[in-house]
Nanobody, 118 residues
């Protein structure tokens, strides 16, 4: 079964850290560009971090998370991570991973809730 399973969310105080995981099965993430997305209540889903395919693994970040979030990939574990530091209440959202730049409908899943208290 081809799927992405997201985990690692939770409740954290402002200034804290969380690490999200996106474990892939049925596909090799090293061959794909990947992205972390988030959707806050009443807002559109936004792309917050990207990592390119292959050996270059170029990364990119939205202005809202640049300097605080780090995307990485462990090819041996076929997993993409999002390290989130210095979290702010405005980071509260459901977080998803998907292929990038062309997200696939079947990968959206339920995501993982991140709640940052002030």
């Amino acid at each position: 079964q081809v799927q992405l399973v997201v985990s690692g969310g939770g409740l954290v105080q402002a200034g804290g850290s969380l690490r999200l995981s996106c474990a892939a099965s049925g596909i090799l993430i090293n061959s794909l560009g990947m992205g972390w997305f988030r959707q806050a209540p009443g807002k559109q889903r936004e792309l917050v971090a990207t990592i390119s395919s292959g050996a270059t693994s170029n990364t990119g970040y939205s202005d809202s998370v640049k300097g605080r979030f780090t995307i990485s990939r462990d090819n041996a574990k076929n997993t993409v991570y999002l390290q989130m530091d210095n979290l702010k209440p405005e980071d509260t959202a459901v977080y998803y991973c998907n292929t990038n730049p062309r997200p696939l409908v079947q990968f959206w899943g339920q995501g993982t809730q991140v709640t940052v208290s002030s």
